[in-house]
């Protein structure tokens, strides 16, 4: 009866926290339309797989796409099989990673540590700013984020376990955890847990565990869980070999060809700004695990391998030549977990410790200025933040006040606990903080709304007929194949649809201005996207034929004939 009791808490902590946290990535979730480019990029992709029948190779509007491998797009176009194409179904995947890692950290901070500091450090990943951001979006660095953290999480586990099945279980898990990190982007998914793993082995002398590691059948394990797809789709585009490893690869890392340079310190700020709120007690958690490791790194193995575990990927990505915001995700799990633990062992004493009140003296000061900024852009939008994004904030409605107003009262959860301690003062601190980041989020909806082409897309599909056909003039409205179900025409545009163009004959969709004008001129519908100040100069040739459909703020859709319905 014992032994049955710990398993009933794991129960009862994994099905509440899906709970929570699943309705606070999942609210409002699809509410605003998508994202371009990435969102609208990473939902086209899996849409045409499910289009064409082709799981194989990759494709944004038609073009042969090999930027990434295909495990997310899989995902994506199974949930599109099963639910459609609705911007929920569409980043309900993302949310689910989001949720997944949350409750890795459950796990990792309860096994190593206790209860409490599982629960405290699932929540404070949940409610930090970039983490909870980012599972509302579709981009892939949630993904692997989720994989290269089950990777290094399963591998502690397994060699903190006695030899046996449990050990076995965990250690082949984070071989195919491995794989499933390479499937979603790349060789970073085992370079990544790769150098964590052999510098903290080398740290801890622990080189012995390479015996008992299933060295050999948990790399045959991953080499046939990542291998097939790199052959099959090398097999089918020889070209793919030097495209995919090479100019996605090597020569993103060493190179400014991707044109996202930033300098060594950017991931700095990035970590401060991302774990809003808890960044205020970002530096009495790690600084207790660093004294830590440094006295006895022997003793404290658990510690030593999550600030490598952190150190080494922030160098990794701050050493590369192309850097985004999101790249840096897969530190947050471990820094979470030490948040965890600092807040558990902190609420474990009678009273809260100095430390303690300190950061939650901070988070009330630094809640109170955002409170404060955030009603002074209410009162002054456009001397604040500019006449167009003042424009846009009338969308947002009554969501811009209510961030301001849940700031306020985060201020004041954080005084009640520095006034009064307590655990349960903690959990208001958490859920204020979570309802804020929730408003701050959304309170952006209208440059979403404001920038999509959706509102078109929606007359669009009103309109069309089998054999009509849709132009993007000299550019690429990414979310537009997405709303109207099929592949547009680009003219005089490739991007990064470029490498694809030149590996297959694209010509019959990706046109030059003079076979546009052909078409235009002939016989069949065509119905043409272009911003109003384009649109104006082409309407003021007297050859053109132009007639406009119907336009938002920042396009117009026109067409070639006066009443083609």
């Known amino acids: 009866m014992d032994s049955s009791r710990p398993r009933a808490s794991w129960i009862r902590d994994l099905l509440a926290l899906t709970v929570l946290i699943g309705l606070l990535f999942g609210a409002f979730i699809g509410q605003r339309p998508l994202g371009v480019p990435s969102e609208a990029r990473y939902a086209e992709i899996p849409r045409e797989m499910v289009a064409t029948g082709d ?6 509007n038609g073009v042969k796409y090999f930027e990434k491998p295909p495990l997310f797009y899989w995902i994506q176009a199974a949930a599109i099989e099963a639910f459609g194409t609705s911007e929920a179904a569409l980043r309900f995947t993302t949310a689910g990673f989001g949720l997944l890692s949350c409750l890795l950290v459950y796990i990792g901070g309860r096994r190593l540590y206790s209860r409490a500091a599982g629960l405290l450090g699932a929540g404070v990943l949940a409610t930090s700013l970039l983490h909870f951001g ?17 990777t290094l999480l399963a591998f502690l586990l397994a060699v903190r376990a006695p030899p046996g099945r449990e050990r076995s279980v965990l250690l082949y898990l984070a071989y195919a955890m491995a794989a499933g990190a390479v499937l979603t982007k790349g060789l970073i998914g085992i370079v990544l847990p790769g150098l964590v793993v052999f510098v903290w082995l080398a740290v801890t002398g ?22 097939p797809w790199h052959i099959m789709a090398g097999s089918r585009t020889p070209e793919f070999y030097w495209f995919y490893f090479v100019h996605e690869h090597f020569l993103r890392f060493v190179t400014k060809i991707h044109n996202r340079y930033q300098p060594p310190w950017f991931f700095i700020p990035i970590i401060l700004l991302g774990f809003l709120p808890w960044v ?17 790194r022997r003793r404290h193995q658990n510690e030593m391998f ?15 030549d192309s850097k985004l915001i999101p790249y840096i995700l897969p530190v947050f799990p471990p820094l979470a977990i030490f948040i965890g633990r600092y807040l558990a062992d902190g609420f474990a004493d009678a009273v809260v410790p100095r430390g303690m009140r300190a950061g939650f003296t901070a988070f009330a000061g630094l809640w109170s200025a955002l409170a404060i900024a955030a009603l002074a852009v209410l009162a002054f939008p456009e001397r604040l933040i500019g006449a167009e994004n003042a424009g846009e904030m009338h969308v947002a409605g009554w969501l811009v006040p209510a961030t301001a107003g849940s700031l306020v009262l985060g201020a004041a959860a954080a005084i009640v606990v520095v006034r009064r301690g307590g655990l349960i003062a903690s959990l208001v601190v958490m859920f204020v903080a979570a309802v804020s980041v929730n408003l701050l989020g959304d309170a952006l909806v209208g440059r979403y709304q404001l920038r999509s082409i959706k509102p078109l897309a929606e007359i669009l599909n009103q309109r069309l007929k089998p054999g009509d056909e849709v132009v993007t003039y000299r550019n690429y409205h990414q979310d537009l194949p997405v709303y109207i179900g099929r592949t547009v025409t680009i003219v005089e545009w490739t991007g990064e649809l470029e490498f694809g163009t030149t590996i297959e004959d694209t010509s019959g969709w990706m046109i030059e201005d003079a076979t546009f004008w052909e078409r235009w001129r002939g016989p069949k519908t065509v119905y043409m996207i272009v911003p109003p100040w384009r649109f104006d100069g082409l309407r003021a040739d007297p050859t053109n034929r132009i007639y406009e459909v119907a336009r938002t703020e920042r396009f117009v859709l026109a067409v070639n004939r006066d009443d083609p319905k």
Not at 55 to 60: A, E, I, M, S
Not at 141 to 147: A, I, L, N, Q, Y
């Open 55 to 60: 799981w194989v190779t990759p494709r944004l």
């Open 280 to 296: 205020v007690f970002l530096g009495q958690a790690t600084g207790r695990a660093v004294a830590e490791a440094w006295r006895d």
């Open 206 to 227: 622990q080189w012995r565990l390479l015996r008992e590691v299933h060295l050999p059948t948990g790399l045959l394990l991953f080499l046939v869980l990542a291998v």
């Open 306 to 320: 999550l600030l490598l575990w952190v150190l080494l990927i922030f160098a990794f990505f701050s050493a590369s």
């Open 134 to 150: 980012l599972s509302r979006v579709i981009l892939l660095d949630m993904p692997v984020s989720f994989f290269i953290s089950a």
